[in-house]
Each structure stands twice: as structure tokens, then as C-alpha cells.
T-cell receptor, first 112, second 116 residues
Framework: GEDVEQSLFLSVREGDSSVINCTYT??????LYWYKQEPGAGLQLLTY?????DMKQDQRLTVLLNKKDKHLSLRIADTQTGDSAIYFC????????????FGAGTRLAVHP | GAVVSQHPSWVICKSGTSVKIECRSL??????MFWYRQFPKQSLMLMAT?????????EQGVEKDKFLINHASLTLSTLTVTSAHPEDSSFYIC????????????FGPGTRLLVL
């Protein structure tokens, strides 16, 4: 079945880069997404990558996609305390209209 | 992206009562909306797909008589938790599919439900 896995926790020092990893199982996924959730809030679409791309950069964010290994990563450069949040990796399910399959989320803690 | 609101943002109720949560798409019409629940420190679990003008589609294991969904208009879907119990306490989030071709979803801010 469809499954998305992420490491649960990452701690980084302010100013360093953060790398959050994700693996997925559905090789037919057309889009893969990264969402950010701040405490007590809904999910905010952070960035996405189309399956025929290897990399996408958007300001401090870099998404890398290894389709062969079904591995997705999100790199945040110059991590700030405001980046502390939970980051969810998601893939579009092949089975339903815009149905997304989410990973468990990676809690990013940024310390001084 | 779409602007999605939810009301209330949090609610506390007694066991056995029913609670209604509203999800509104503020800036465009949505024939489909999604309802998720999220337990503390866990991922989102899709509960059901709300369809305007027809019955909702529930995910396996979700009781349709327990979680009533009504998609009354193109901008409003409601989730009613009937005869709530403490185990229904959770964070309920709705989302609206995007129309830009990204096939993504735009999420509401969530409703935290606490059943005493």
C-alpha cells in the first residue's frame, strides 16, 4: 500500500542547514509536497516538486528528489528559530481525487 | 492558494453531546473538501471526502454515523461529531483541493476538540 515515512525529530543550531528526509512507496506519484505546521495551526504548503524533476530551489529551501530510491529531502539553509515547526512530507495518492498521503511529520527544533 | 477558515477554533464539550465544526472556502467554490483528524504528535489521518450535493465518502474504519458530514454549499462543509466521547478529542482539520494544477490541498487552521 501507499506509505510515507519520515524521521520524527531533528535538532539544529541557528544558522546551520537542516535536512529533513522522507521516503515514499508510490512510484506513480506525480507531485510530492512539503507542508509546515506550526503549533496549534493547520498545514501550510511550503513547497512541492513534480516527479520529473530532480531538484527545486526556492529561496532558502531546496528539494531533492531521487525517484529511483523514492527518496525526497528538504534542505533549509540558514535555519532560523522561526523555522521551528513540524514538517510533513506528502505524496498524491494514485487512488483518489487529490487525496494526499502524509508522513508522520518531522519536528524541527532550532536552538541558539 | 485558497483561503480556508474553520469555526470554532477550539471547543470543549461534555461527553454525550454533539459538536458541529464548520469549514469554509473563502475565496473560491469547492465541490470537494477533505476532513482530517490529527492526534498529538501524529500525522493527519484522512477521515472523509465531502462532496457538494451528494454523500460524503468515508475512509475505512471511520464511522459515518458518528462523524456526520454535510456539504451544503460550494463554500461550506460541516463535520458533526455525534455523541462525543473523550476518545474523540483531537485536532480536526479540513482542506480544499487547489485548482492551479498542482493537485495539492489548502488547509484550514484546525479545530481542537476536547471532550470531557
Amino acid at each position: 500500500g501507499e506509505d510515507v515515512e519520515q524521521s520524527l525529530f531533528l535538532s539544529v543550531r541557528e544558522g546551520d542547514s537542516s535536512v529533513i528526509n522522507c521516503t515514499y512507496t508510490d512510484s506513480s506519484s506525480t507531485y510530492l509536497y512539503w507542508y509546515k505546521q506550526e503549533p496549534g495551526a493547520g498545514l501550510q504548503l511550503l513547497t512541492y516538486i513534480f516527479s520529473n524533476m530532480d531538484m527545486k530551489q526556492d529561496q532558502r529551501l531546496t528539494v531533492l528528489l531521487n525517484k529511483k530510491d523514492k527518496h525526497l529531502s528538504l534542505r533549509i539553509a540558514d535555519t532560523q528559530t522561526g523555522d521551528s515547526a513540524i514538517y510533513f512530507c506528502a505524496e498524491k495518492s494514485a487512488g483518489g481525487y487529490n487525496k494526499l498521503i502524509f508522513g508522520a511529520g518531522t519536528r524541527l527544533a532550532v536552538h541558539p | 492558494g485558497a483561503v480556508v477558515s474553520q469555526h470554532p477554533s477550539w471547543v470543549i464539550c461534555k461527553s454525550g453531546t454533539s459538536v458541529k465544526i464548520e469549514c469554509r472556502s473563502l475565496d473560491f467554490q469547492a465541490t470537494t473538501m477533505f476532513w482530517y483528524r490529527q492526534f498529538p504528535k501524529q500525522s493527519l489521518m484522512l477521515m472523509a471526502t465531502s462532496n457538494e450535493g451528494s454523500k460524503a465518502t468515508y475512509e475505512q474504519g471511520v464511522e459515518k454515523d458518528k462523524f456526520l458530514i454535510n456539504h451544503a454549499s460550494l463554500t461550506l462543509s460541516t463535520l458533526t461529531v455525534t455523541s462525543a466521547h473523550p476518545e474523540d478529542s483531537s485536532f480536526y482539520i479540513c482542506s480544499v483541493p487547489g485548482t492551479s494544477g498542482l493537485e495539492t490541498q489548502y488547509f484550514g487552521p484546525g479545530t481542537r476538540l476536547l471532550v470531557l
